[in-house]
């Protein structure tokens, strides 16, 4: 055989090889948020059989849909911390094991008391997958896809939504209501007992992040993974770029609070929360009963969750095409105006009494807006804008921020639905969407095209770094 077919059979190993790491690794990450979503939103449809199950009060039945989300903020809070010191491979499996147990141990519980723990683990892997998988993602994929790919992660989640809601739908039109009460909801937990375990296989297949193998010394593994990824060349520039990075980087806290990384932990903290303060997460828990408020029948109402958990499927697979040429800010701008106005369209119809088909689309649009900016584009830069040594810890923290708020709104809502009215409602979370806006447009930098690297760059001093780094490599 000729050298020059003996190198071009080289070069399709080693693209094949590329192409199935990334494959691989973007597979784990969609998969940790399709159980993410999919477990954190199945309570729509389970919520009423469940609670006339158990005989709750109402108290109780707030506490049965929130619980899961204590859950959330223990494994948001410690999975960083977790992915940091054992890497992030054991950190994903954690979350697997979570979701798995806590689709069966949902299924077996005989009282609300097992009901409710079972929820909780189920909240600690949701809490913990929102950090872990795209973490991993954004460590592996390469700069130029690496937007693309971490969104593929919130196409993951609004798939497990979608998932979540059509089987929710199936199992209401399966049986009678008796049925319902005793076995249907514990089904629409059971479902997500496979993808827990496709997910599990696929993280046996997947790499560890260079990143993490580099920082905790594993150099020769690191610059494998690298030059599987990026081609021999590219992976001794970058690995180098890493090497120089955590050179710089102290690593503890302290940098984070109160060195140059502060200004990137409030961006990352505040840009979660006001991710959840325009309401997405309570409207989509509550998504039936929102629409039967608006004077839709049962059956009409878990339908047009559907449709709206297929507006969301929509606008994401956008996002995923956008957020690498649009860029990220832009999206998110773009994304928070459209949630805005569409929620003052919508508490402008409850005060006035006009709901029907209205209310639908008021609310197809404020999923669409949250889609295309917050719902793909927070996660890509929360996982960009940290230092790598610290990166896990600080995601925990910011994205803590995300499942405090998301709770806050959970419990609030029904409160004040009460107090203001459907329409007061509506036009406090339109208000905190136009406060988003703001905020991303005077704070937030745009990161697209930068390696992550010089992402933590843009944080020091032009002092330590001499001319901005960022703006002379920028792809």
Known sequence: ???????????????????????????????????????????????????????????????AAGCALIGCL???????????????????????ACFALSSAGVWISVNFSQYVAWRIVGGIGIGAASIVAPMYIAEIAPAKVRGRLVVLY???????????????????????????????????FAAAAIPALLFAFAIGLSEESPRWLMKVGRREEAQHVLAVINGEAAAKSESESIKSSLAEEQGGLKEL????????LAIGFLLAAFSQTSGITCLLSF?????????????????????????????????????????????????????????????????????GDGILGGIMAFVAGHAVGNGAVCWVIISEIFPTKVRGTAMSIATTALWIFAYLADQFFPLMQSHLGSHGAFFVFS???AVNFVFVLLFVPETKGYSLEEISHMWLPRSITGAHPVKATKR
């Open 1 to 63: 055989m000729s050298q020059r077919g003996t190198v071009s059979i080289e070069q399709t190993r080693l693209v094949s090889a590329r192409r199935f790491t990334l494959v691989i690794a973007t597979t784990v990450s969609s998969l940790g948020g399709f159980l993410f979503g999919y477990d954190n939103i199945v309570i729509s449809g389970a919520i009423g059989h469940l609670s006339r199950y158990f005989q709750l009060k109402p108290a109780s039945i707030g506490w």
């Open 74 to 96: 223990l494994g948001s809070a410690t999975a960083g911390s977790i992915a940091d010191r054992f890497g992030l491979k054991r950190g994903l499996y954690g979350c697997a």
């Open 154 to 188: 919130q196409f993951g989640i609004v798939a497990g939504i979608l998932c979540a809601v059509y089987v929710n739908m199936l199992i209401e039109r399966s049986g009678t209501v008796t049925w319902q009460i005793a076995h249907g909801w514990r089904w629409m």
């Open 257 to 264: 609070f109160r060195g140059p990384f502060r200004r990137a």
């Open 287 to 355: 998504l039936p009963e929102v629409f039967k408020s608006a004077g839709q029948k049962a059956s009409d109402a878990f339908f047009q969750s559907v449709l709206v958990g297929i507006v969301n499927l929509a606008f994401t697979i956008l996002a995923i095409w956008l957020v690498d040429k649009a860029g990220r800010k832009t999206l998110v701008l773009f994304g928070t105006c459209l949630q805005a106005l569409s929620l003052a369209l919508v508490g402008c119809l409850y005060m006035l009494a006009s709901a």
């Open 431 to 433: 208000s905190m969407a």
